[in-house]
């Protein structure tokens, strides 16, 4: 467990994004504001701090952007997870660079997949490997603000024990 004390080093808050009025923009805002919280948790922790648990459960920043890649892929590319658990725990030779990479190159690719479906009411992209129908565009839309919102305040705590440097 990382148990690491440094002075402590304050960001001012962001608020809340700007977006469209539409609801669409007003969900992809707010999801993409989330994206770029947990991804700015990343910045300037080096290896190791940055796959050091700093929790008993094992959960550090790294893997917590690695869990994040995943859930993108399934809920809006398509992609089966087979194995949630391992998503997030960074192999090894997994680089820091390279997570980092491919969560930005997967959030790029799911909102162009946002942006061609027209209704949010009709289903999304189907979740690999899941049967029946794919939920709503509006619902895989909501659960992925809760989802990445839930693990950014994870980041927040992670990165508090690393350095002490909080805000988003």
């Known amino acids: 467990m990382l148990h690491v004390h440094h002075p402590t080093k304050h960001r001012r808050d962001a608020g809340p994004p700007k977006t469209g009025a539409e ?3 007003v969900l992809l805002g707010f999801l993409d504001y989330l994206r770029a919280s947990v ?5 300037g922790v080096p290896e190791p701090q940055i796959r050091t648990p700093g929790v008993t459960s094992g959960t550090n920043l790294l893997g917590l952007v690695k869990h994040l890649t995943h859930v993108e892929r399934h809920w809006l590319l398509g992609h089966p997870v087979t194995d949630w658990e391992a998503s997030f725990r960074p192999e090894p030779d997994e680089s820091a660079d390279g997570i980092l990479l ?4 997967t959030t790029a690719r799911a909102n162009e997949a946002i942006a061609a ?3 949010l009411a009709a289903a999304g992209p189907r979740p690999g490997g899941r049967p029946g129908p794919a939920p709503s565009l509006r619902w895989t839309l909501t659960h992925l603000i809760e989802e990445t919102g839930r693990h ?3 980041a927040d705590i ?4 690393i350095d002490g440097a909080t805000g988003r």
């Open 23 to 25: 609801e669409k923009d």
């Open 39 to 43: 991804i700015a948790k990343t910045d």
């Open 102 to 105: 491919a969560y930005r190159e």
């Open 117 to 119: 479906c027209p209704d």
């Open 152 to 154: 950014a305040g994870h």
């Open 158 to 161: 992670l990165r508090e024990l």
